[in-house]
């Protein structure tokens, strides 16, 4: 197929060729014919033609040098039209030096003539030639697909540029809220209202629609969005702005709609002076690198210079990956990345790692985090979540770490579960650390506990949403485990920048969360996503595309709704979207001997005392039956 297409396109550009000499000639002889007053009685001699030729000539060399035979002829546009016009004007100047070598004489009139005919001509026919081609292609293929382009701006207009060049996507109209607009034509293709996409008869010639306004703000990307998802219709966009300008992305690549797009609130933009405080050359440690959250942690962190960066996971294939990431995004760079395959329950190889390497900061992101998982094996998460963080504690405070951060959760909030209850006994031995130091007479430990605490990562290991995508791609079922759950949710860039930007805000022992809006209902969430692929609900039509939402109940230790204040109280910080919560809660040295027995009955695996004295160090998490 390839070399038929090729073929086809030398072809074409012989055949041009060829039209262009025809159309030379004929307009020279033309002009000639009626300035040249012996011409027209006594004919054309032999110098007359040879002046023609040469010429005719210079003029198709001129047509080369200017890449005019390089376009593709269903797209020509205003770009060939503007070198056909200039090739002229220099094959004109070339047509004059010839005239006062042959001694001929041509009025400033008839070269004006000759300019205008022979241009006029040659943009004339290939345009023809154009739109001959373009339908021939059209009425050619029965699979091209229809896009409608929302947005007649700038980005609209580029990507109708760039969806042309493909074959197979016929761009049939433009939509855009703007009312002035509405009527008008941007090359051949009418632009319409809104209201255009509703009318049935429609909807039934498009198949596609593209979001082309990347300039706009994510609520409202999603008001639009929301009006458009009940189309059934699959929805595109281009790259956002920050993608087009830094040129990761250009116009013509084009994204599904990313679920941030449906929660209707703006991204949390960082501060930089607060992300780079504590990180500029600095020796910055990580554990649980390899998860997704610690990778973006480290691409965060990079960006920000730190002197030396030590990435620590417990698993090889997970800590392999983001070494080999970041290996090579370090060439020529002078920061050194050191990786350690390890567990943070290591208390020997804890305390040499923070000695040898002058470790300035630790983010703890390190911990068994999948909720049943951890209800079948309550005694291994609580050894690894609850040790991790004694273990580097005692470290930090005995190596004068400047700051140690804790990545929290949602579900430390009145845990329901064994995953939120160690992270809520993770935050309060955070908490006891920094009570300590303050407590202290001696400056021996200067080290700033603080831990930070937010819901669902978008992208995370084990969200919904690729799950449901995964679903959605082969015809479901979606499985949602109850209609009425809801969640938070914040992307994986903003929760690194958070954890990043807190350690800067932290005076120690706080615990900050992020302003992420409402809650969103995960139902809802399935059913957008649904819509925005093109697919509709089992039961609200009679095609294929059908997809059941299947409800499995809710899981053990799993609630319907997650918070993010313990007593509802939070203080604002220097960034207007960073909080602060003011937790009362009392801890005292009785803490620090529940603390103890509950690490010897770990070592123990005695189930029953280790949840005993769980739910007495935890007293808002009661012990479930499923348990025992």
Not at 195 to 210: F, P, T
Not at 500 to 526: E, H, N, R, T, Y
Request: charged letters at 20%.
């Amino acid at each position: 197929m390839q070399n038929k297409s090729l073929l086809n396109n030398s072809y074409r550009k012989f055949l041009l060729f060829l039209i262009d000499i025809f159309i030379i000639i004929g307009s020279t002889y033309y002009v000639a014919y009626f300035s040249i007053s012996n011409i027209a009685t006594n004919g054309i001699d032999n110098r007359y033609l040879c002046t023609i030729l040469i010429f005719s000539l210079i003029n198709i060399f001129i047509y080369l040098k200017f890449g005019i035979y390089k376009t593709i002829a269903r797209y020509s546009s205003f770009s060939l039209i503007s070198k056909v016009y200039k090739a002229n004007i220099l094959s004109i100047i070339a047509f004059v030096i010839l005239i006062n070598i042959n001694s001929y004489y041509f009025a400033f009139k008839d070269l004006l003539l000759l300019y205008l005919i022979l241009s006029s001509l040659i943009c004339f026919y290939r345009l023809i030639f154009r739109y001959f081609l373009k339908l021939n292609a059209i009425f050619s293929k029965n699979n091209f697909t229809n896009v409608i382009i929302y947005g007649a701006g700038g980005a609209g207009v580029q990507l109708l540029s760039s969806l042309r060049v493909q074959n197979l996507i016929k761009v049939i109209a433009f939509v855009d809220d703007d009312q002035k607009l509405w009527g008008l034509e941007i090359d051949d293709i009418k632009i319409y209202p809104p209201k255009y996409l509703e009318d049935q008869s429609n909807k039934k010639n498009i198949d596609q629609i593209v979001l082309a306004m990347p300039s706009i703000s994510n609520s409202v990307r999603s008001k639009i969005i929301n009006n458009l998802k009940t189309l059934t219709i699959p929805i595109f966009q281009v790259p956002s702005l920050n993608d087009l300008i830094k040129g990761n992305l250009n116009i013509s690549q084009l994204n599904k709609i990313n679920v941030i797009d449906l929660l209707g609130r703006d991204t949390v933009e960082p501060k930089f002076n607060l992300l780079e405080k504590n990180i500029k050359n600095k020796s910055v440690f990580v554990t649980g690198a390899g998860g997704s959250i610690g990778q973006e942690l480290c691409r965060q962190i990079l960006k920000l210079e730190p002197k030396k960066l030590i990435i620590f996971d417990s698993s090889e294939v997970s800590l392999y990956s983001i070494d080999k990431e970041l290996s090579s995004l370090l060439i020529d760079s002078k920061i050194k990345l050191v990786t350690v395959l390890g567990c943070c329950t290591n208390k020997n190889l804890v305390n040499d790692l923070l000695l040898t390497q002058k470790v300035n900061i630790i983010f703890h992101a390190a911990a068994y985090k999948h909720v049943p998982l951890i209800e079948i094996n309550p005694i291994s998460a609580l050894k690894n979540n609850t040790f991790s963080t004694l273990n580097l504690c005692k470290a930090a405070e005995k190596y004068n770490v400047e700051r140690f951060v804790l990545i929290s959760s949602d579900k430390a909030v009145r845990p329901t579960n064994v995953m939120g209850a160690s992270k809520r006994l993770s935050e309060l031995i955070i908490k006891r650390f920094d009570y300590k130091v303050s407590t202290k007479n001696n400056n021996l430990s200067k080290t700033l506990y603080s831990s930070v605490r937010f819901g669902n990562v978008l992208g995370s290991s084990g969200s919904v949403v690729p799950l449901f995508e995964q679903q959605i791609r082969k015809g479901g079922p979606v499985t949602l485990t109850h209609p009425e759950i809801t969640r938070f949710f914040m992307t994986i860039e903003e929760a690194a920048q958070l954890v990043i930007q807190s350690s800067s805000l932290a005076k120690g022992g706080d615990l900050f969360l992020l302003d992420m809006g409402k809650p969103v209902k995960i139902l809802d969430l399935a059913k957008n996503m649904i819509k925005l692929n093109g697919k509709v609900m089992k039961g609200t039509s009679k095609n294929n595309e059908e997809i059941e939402i299947i409800f499995t109940g809710l899981r053990k230790g799993e609630k319907l709704y997650e918070e993010l204040l313990i007593n509802d109280q939070s203080e604002k910080t220097e960034h207007s979207r960073i909080f602060k919560e003011v937790d009362k809660y009392c801890i005292d040295e009785s803490f620090d001997l529940e603390l103890e027995n509950l690490c010897v009955e770990l070592e123990k695996y005695d189930k029953k005392e280790t949840l005993r004295i769980l739910s007495k160090i935890v007293p808002e998490w009661k012990i479930s039956d499923h348990l025992y």
